[in-house]
């Protein structure tokens, strides 16, 4: 079922009316319909598979609170993520290994081949794991306690406009909405019904129109000139941002019409001034999901086995850093794809946030001698915005090529063969009037937001402003949009 | 709690209102669009004449012409010794080729030949994935439905706003807008023309007048541009075996009938030509020679090269203007005479 196809416009509106007829113990019956029929409009046979995985976790959760024992606790804990990361294996990286294991042989000449399948991924499986993973160990810290209404922790976890690409909701946050329910109110449908034409004005008129360009330069890289190539990777940028967050915007708005409250995803990444404020821009439900479960508990853990001041010459501290960064980021780019283009992208980040960290007292010492006038200092600062941006765009490379071949193709080009042929791309004029505008007044929003809440500035203003502005966004979609794929980047993963 | 459910109730009611005039005043502007678009669009199409004057002559008719743009621009029927209409159309496929001569041949009791246009892509080609817009035309203009049947977007593109919308934007960027008047020299693939009186008399026989050629430059340029375009995202493999069995369908029917069929790849610079990768051309090479065995009534030319046609006889790397077609329109009908004069 498309996000904006009829269909699904209609399944909307019939699941609205019903959650508000029905009084708020019962309206997590109609949240569970609609999600479980929404996930068997993409495959009716993996409704089973993702009822059982969230059984599963909603009794370990509830053995891991009963029992008073630490040892038994740990024990289900443990089996809870075994069976998830299991699960997340065999769908998403078994292929992948397998093959990579087998090339492996290969290469040294060893006369043994893994056999390996293709299982269909469920639909969101990468983000509904990671929700029940972080739900059961959020148990197990007494952080929360275990959701006593099997329903209702269902609905946490298939809850169906953030089953496809997130945001990864901790239990905490999004199970006392289910549990008190909201009566209806005006304010959170509008906020819905606007969040809703943000995320299809950036889905539909920047991000799928950037796609018609930069598709067919990224899947033969080989008959492209570095100029063209480094306009495809520029524009990429900007396609996966829009149609992320475009998608969040759609998944938070359809939660704010029913009265719910998503975990915001997106905080203007590219006004990031470092990666590790990039990252804590981008994706922020992914992140700080890896950083809480991951990259923490794992320096607790090294900080504890080095106790020395210097290991190998490195700082302990630094030592811990880069590891557990290291680790961290094989494990995010892992996540977002069986593939080593993916990890490469990963290890890259990690790289860039290592480097930065080393270098962040020589950094600042040299800055504070180049510039010394604070005042200037500060203006300067869209120099770390400009640079940070860049460099996640250089990254960008490696998570779009099909291959590392291809990445490393590009970057070759781009270095060495940078000069236009007219031929080399189909322009559109209007389809690159459009993108330009589009990514124009993305930016120009999103900078002004950064200074003054536009919300606050839009509520202010008279009805017939508001509305003349709503009709303008509807029909720049009619208008402008491309509906012609529909299909949303992160919805791979 | 009372004050509870009636803010609540208030709240709800409020909501609906406000829905309901948000709604009133989209449809009001929807409207307004629509009305606006109506103007600036013409009622009249190309394709419309083209389809209307051949149902006008269809008793008259002995060679119907089939095909796209290439055959469209590229044959004159006013070179034929017999009675001949052009029924290409710019951008139109064998599904298209194949539904008119369905819904028409019945009804032309002088049709001698049918000669079908190829190209190098043609086997693999459906313009509805392209140009949605004209799957609306073809209907209003012959009632030919769309090869997928009448779905959603077929009833959407009614509304200009579905329909247009594409050319609606490059227009109004553009400054560019459609009128009543249109130059001879004005060349475009969109069928939302209606032709001037000279090109209307013209268009009668079916064939657009295109005047206009390129130096080698912007011919190397252009024959790069156009087959890249056509090959990688014109022709795909998932159609070809429909359209062949289209075809064959088409050719079987006529053949049963005493129509001779003719199928023939128009010509084209070596600028469009040698832009195609061999093995795309070696596999068109390939489902020819399967056609022709299946059909062994048909008669192929391949006019691609080996013609006497100079640049000067050439709009573009794979179209030839006025020129171009009055000499080829020539050799055809010589060489179609010849084979014709020959069935009794």
Redesign the interface.
């Known amino acids: 079922m498309q996000i904006t196809s009829?269909p699904f416009a209609i399944f909307i509106a019939a699941a609205l009316i019903l959650h508000?007829a029905l009084p708020s113990r019962f309206r997590w019956v109609i949240l569970l319909a609609a999600s479980l029929y929404f996930y068997a409009c993409w495959n009716v046979i993996y409704v089973p598979l993702l009822l059982s995985a969230t059984a599963l976790d909603y009794v370990f959760a509830k053995a891991i609170s009963s029992t008073p024992f630490q040892s038994r606790k740990k024990r289900w804990l443990i089996l809870s993520l075994s069976l998830n990361l299991f699960i997340l294996f065999l769908f998403k990286y078994f292929s992948f290994s397998a093959s990579s294991l087998n090339a492996l042989f290969e290469g040294f000449n060893i006369a043994l081949r893994i056999p390996f399948f293709h299982l269909l991924m469920p639909l969101g499986i990468s983000f509904f794991t990671f929700k029940k993973m972080s739900y059961v160990i959020d148990v197990f810290k007494r952080k929360i306690g275990p959701e006593a209404h099997f329903g209702r922790f269902a609905v946490y976890v298939t809850f169906f406009p953030a089953i496809a690409a997130g945001p990864i909701d901790r239990a905490g946050i999004f199970l006392p909405q289910i549990q008190r329910g909201r009566?209806?109110?005006?304010g959170d449908?509008t906020a819905g019904c606007k969040l809703l034409l943000w995320g299809f004005f950036k889905k539909f008129v920047i991000a799928e129109r950037i796609a018609a360009l930069v598709t067919?330069v990224f899947s033969q890289p080989q008959e492209h000139t570095g100029l063209t190539l480094l306009m495809a990777v520029y524009l990429y940028s900007f396609q996966i941002f829009c149609d992320f967050s475009g998608y969040t915007d759609i998944a938070l708005g359809i939660g704010r019409l029913f009265g719910l409250r998503l975990t915001q995803n997106f905080n203007l990444p590219y006004f990031a001034n470092s990666i590790a404020d990039f990252w804590r821009r981008w994706h922020i439900t992914f992140t700080t999901w890896m950083r809480d479960y991951v990259f923490l508990p794992l320096s607790f853990s090294l900080s504890r086995k080095f106790k020395k001041n210097k290991v190998l010459l490195i700082r302990t501290d630094h030592l811990i850093y880069i590891l557990a960064i290291s680790f961290t980021w094989f494990l995010v780019g892992l996540w977002h794809g069986a593939g080593w283009t993916f990890i490469a992208w990963g290890l890259l980040h990690a790289a860039y946030l290592v480097v930065s960290v080393l270098t962040r007292k020589s950094r600042k010492r040299a800055w504070k001698k180049l510039v010394r006038n604070k005042t200037w200092r500060k203006k300067f600062q869209w120099i770390s915005v400009f640079i940070t941006f860049h460099l996640v765009t250089f990254a960008w490379i490696f998570f779009r090529a099909n291959s590392l071949s291809d990445a490393i193709l590009i970057i070759k080009n781009i270095l060495l063969n940078i000069r236009l042929n007219?031929?080399d791309i189909?322009l559109?004029?209007?389809q690159v009037?459009?993108v330009l505008g589009g990514i124009l007044f993305l930016l120009a929003a999103q900078f002004i937001h950064s200074r003054i809440n536009l919300h606050t500035i839009l509520e202010r203003q008279p009805v017939y402003v508001r509305?003349a502005l709503?009709?303008v966004f509807?029909?720049a979609i009619?208008?402008?949009g491309r509906f012609e794929t529909m299909e949303f980047i992160y919805f791979q993963f | 709690m009372q004050l509870?459910t009636a803010m609540?109730k208030k709240?709800?009611r409020?909501?609906w209102t406000?829905l309901l005039l948000?709604g009133a005043?989209?449809i009001i502007?929807y409207s307004a669009?629509e009305v606006a678009a109506r103007k600036i669009y013409l009622h009249r199409t190309n394709l419309d004449v083209q389809i209307k004057a051949f149902a006008d002559e269809r008793n008259e008719i002995e060679i119907v012409f089939l095909g796209n743009s290439h055959i469209h621009k590229g044959i004159n029927p006013q070179y034929f010794q017999r009675k001949a209409f052009n029924l290409a159309f710019n951008a139109q496929d064998l599904y298209y080729d194949t539904q008119l001569l369905h819904k028409y041949v019945a009804h032309m009791p002088r049709l001698k030949a049918v000669v079908f246009g190829l190209d190098y892509f043609s086997f693999g080609y459906d313009e509805s994935e392209l140009y949605p817009h004209l799957v609306r035309e073809y209907y209003d203009s012959a009632h030919i439905k769309p090869r997928a049947g009448l779905d959603?977007s077929f009833y959407t593109n009614y509304s200009l706003?579905f329909l247009h919308?594409?050319t609606?934007?490059?227009d109004i960027?553009?400054g560019k807008r459609k009128s009543v008047l249109h130059s001879l020299n004005e060349d475009t693939v969109s069928s939302t023309l209606v032709a001037s009186d000279i090109k209307e008399a013209l268009l009668r026989s079916g064939y657009q007048f295109s005047r206009g050629a390129m130096n080698k430059e912007d011919l190397h340029?252009n024959g790069?541009?156009r087959a890249?375009?056509h090959y990688?995202r014109c022709f795909r493999q998932k159609n070809v075996n429909p359209i062949r069995q289209r075809l064959s369908q088409s050719i079987h029917e006529l053949t049963a009938q005493g129509t001779k069929v003719f199928l023939i790849i128009p010509p084209f610079t070596s600028y469009y030509r040698d832009a195609f990768p061999a093995e795309f051309l070696n596999q068109l090479k390939q489902d020819m020679e399967e056609l022709l065995q299946s059909h062994p009534g048909i008669t192929f030319f391949d006019f691609s090269s080996g013609l006497p046609l100079e640049q000067h006889h050439f709009l573009d790397s794979d179209h030839l203007n006025y020129q171009g077609a009055e000499v080829f329109s020539r050799i055809l009908s010589d060489t179609l005479e010849n084979l014709l004069t020959q069935i009794p």
Request: glycine content about 4%; aromatic content about 32%.
């Open positions: 009829a508000y009566p209806f109110e005006e449908f067919p007219t031929a189909q559109d004029h209007s009037f459009v509305w709503y009709y509807i029909f009619f208008f402008f | 509870k609540r709240s709800v409020s909501t406000k948000f005043g989209f502007l669009y959603v706003l919308k594409e609606f934007v490059g960027l553009t340029v790069l541009a890249k375009f990688s």
